[in-house]
């Protein structure tokens, strides 16, 4: 087996709190055992365009408690091409790298499995907003935007308290209903609509209705993107009920701001674990977390495998809502 003497490390996909805590472990775990580290930035499009630069321990000094990605990341059509890989591993072997450690999500996973095949060893750390990763019970950053989700919830209650009126939150989940259902639960939400569950509008305004009888003048309805616009599902209930309705979309501030603890002890489990496990010979593997443990998972397996459907989570928000 080779020894690794050189590694690169990259974010990529859409940004989530805690990158920079899992970039700060690679460089200091590497560091530490005598292994050189190139910063690859913005992803899969610097590892074609040969933006690097060579990290030391200082270089992640006061990082671990921002937000974002201090290497940047972007997406990238062409390294979807065998053209824009060759080029990628042209640019591994002009700097001698002899690993590569990805941080992100299924797409970043996808990539870093096509170079596996050509011969580079990879790692995956998994980090992701949404929590759809299999092989993990948690993924970096999810937990910082859980956080902040719930924080505007409690906040829009109040006003929805005070006005008597139903308000529609739109947070992100194109496919994954995972914020929308736990910050739902959470916060105390009437509703949920998510991708993951199939769900009716004329269900939905006719519980409304039926609630208003009783005495009930006041709801929240979290909507996860993937499941329909904000706009569309408060215009519908607006027409079926005749109830005045707002609407709220929280976007892009669910990526930001300082990651939790969580997150921050997260990152930095798995930055670490994934050096270790190049050094030790693996390859083609994403370590998470699973029961508090740390565990490695086959990359194609961690964008393959389809994850719980929340079944269980949800039918208790429909027991605690009444």
Excluded at 65 to 90: D, I, P, Y
Aim: include cysteine; charge should be positive.
């Amino acid at each position: 087996m080779k020894k690794i003497k050189t590694i690169g490390v990259l974010t990529s996909g859409g940004d989530s709190a805690g990158m920079n805590a899992a970039v700060r472990s690679v460089v200091r775990t590497a560091t530490y055992h005598g292994i050189k580290v190139f910063a690859i930035m913005r992803g899969y499009e610097g590892l074609i365009k040969d933006e690097m630069m060579e990290f030391t321990r200082r270089s992640v000094s006061n990082i671990i408690n921002l937000g974002g990605t201090v290497l940047k990341t972007a997406r990238s059509k062409e390294f979807m091409t065998k053209k824009g890989q060759h080029k990628a591993l042209r640019n591994l072997k002009k700097h001698k790298i002899d690993a590569l450690v990805v941080i992100g999500g299924d797409g970043s996973f996808r990539g870093a499995h096509e170079l596996c095949k050509q011969g580079i060893r990879c790692i995956g750390v998994p980090a992701t907003i949404d929590n759809d990763v299999a092989g993990t019970d948690f993924t970096i950053g999810s937990n910082t935007a859980l956080e902040v989700v719930l924080d505007a919830v409690d906040k829009i209650r109040d006003t929805v308290t005070s006005l008597e009126r139903i308000f529609v939150v739109e947070v992100m989940g194109r496919e994954c209903g995972y914020l929308a259902l736990r910050a739902a639960l959470a916060g105390g939400a009437e509703e949920v609509l998510m991708p993951d569950i199939k769900f009716d509008m004329n269900d939905v305004c006719k519980e409304i209705r039926t609630a208003r009888k009783k005495g009930k003048v006041s709801w929240i309805i979290i909507v996860a993107e993937g499941a329909g616009k904000a706009e569309n599902v408060a215009r519908i209930i607006s027409k079926k009920t005749g109830f005045e309705t707002r609407v709220t979309v929280l976007g892009h501030i669910q990526r930001g701001g300082r990651p939790s603890v969580i997150d921050r002890l997260l990152a930095s489990r798995l930055g670490a674990e994934a050096v270790m496990r190049l050094m030790n010979g693996e390859s083609d593997k994403m370590v998470g977390i699973v029961a508090e443990g740390v565990r490695a998972t086959d990359l194609c397996c961690s964008f393959k495998a389809n994850r719980d459907r929340d079944a269980g989570l949800y039918k208790l928000l429909k027991i605690l809502e009444t």
